[in-house]
């Protein structure tokens, strides 16, 4: 009995120590994988707050109601410390979006500026879907993908970006997939179980809805594919057993 107690303490240390390992390497990467931001604001400190303005919060402009949220999602993309971006709160059609300021678009890449801006007030249909009306965890995932459009934006010369804006407008296939890319993009820094939560959240609102669960599916990934996509991430190995997630 005590040899089958000292293994049982044994297993119990090596697992410990793994998940320390992994934890420490996604720190080293300053990667952060989240799932849990749901109960985020039930216990986040003054003292977590202003870590977090500090590491992630260097030439931003952000509304205070989405504090957290946005900096939350921004401690996913240390890449853009440095990057100049301004959260704005406008009544637009659109939940979400971001986009270069027109005149830095021309500037060297030290000076460029970003925009995202935070729709006050849309249709009634999109209204369900505005950033002020989803849950904390959705709320940090569609920031997020907007923050992994930026980060593309940033490594695009003005020539590059105004290639992308133009097929984007006129070429439905290049649109689906620069946003499927985009989803990519904030699953491969750490937030897929925010884009996740995303995800099913809309296309739960629009359940009966085909017109709007179609151009979901048109344009950005399923939850399922989202859930596909992540299994095949080194970062989210600990949540999944091998090959055990399907598109669809």
């Not at 970003?114 to 959705?138: D, G, H, Q, W």
């Not at 009966?208 to 990934?221: G, Q």
Request: charged share 25%; with cysteine.
């Amino acid at each position: 009995m005590l040899i089958q107690d000292l293994k049982l303490v044994k297993l119990s240390l090596l697992f410990f120590l793994l998940h320390c390992l992994i934890f420490y390497a996604n720190a080293q990467n300053e990667i952060i994988v989240g799932g849990e931001y749901t109960k985020v604001s039930n216990y986040i400190s003054e003292a977590k707050l202003k870590d977090l303005k500090s590491k992630f919060g260097r030439n931003k402009g952000i509304p205070k109601k989405y504090e957290l949220q946005i900096l939350l999602a921004l401690s996913h993309y240390p890449q853009l410390n440095d990057v100049s971006i301004e959260f704005i709160e406008k009544k637009v059609f659109a939940p979400l979006s971001a986009l270069p300021s027109v005149p830095s678009m021309i500037s060297p890449f030290a000076n460029r500026k970003y925009r995202v801006i935070i729709s006050l007030k849309s249709t009634i249909e999109m209204e369900r879907i505005l950033l002020k009306n989803l849950p904390l965890n959705a709320q940090v995932g569609v920031l997020g993908h907007e923050l992994a459009h930026i980060l593309d934006y940033d490594q695009r010369s003005f020539s590059e970006l105004l290639a992308v804006a133009i097929n984007y407008g006129v070429n439905p296939a290049y649109h689906a997939w620069y946003e499927k890319k985009t989803d990519l993009r904030a699953i491969e820094n750490g937030l897929g179980w925010e884009l996740y939560a995303y995800s099913k959240y809309v296309r739960t609102i629009f359940g009966s809805e085909e017109r709007e669960v179609n151009l979901s599916d048109d344009f950005y990934l399923h939850f399922n594919e989202i859930l596909y996509e992540m299994q095949k991430t080194d970062l989210y190995n600990i949540y999944f057993q091998p090959n055990s997630i399907n598109k669809r």
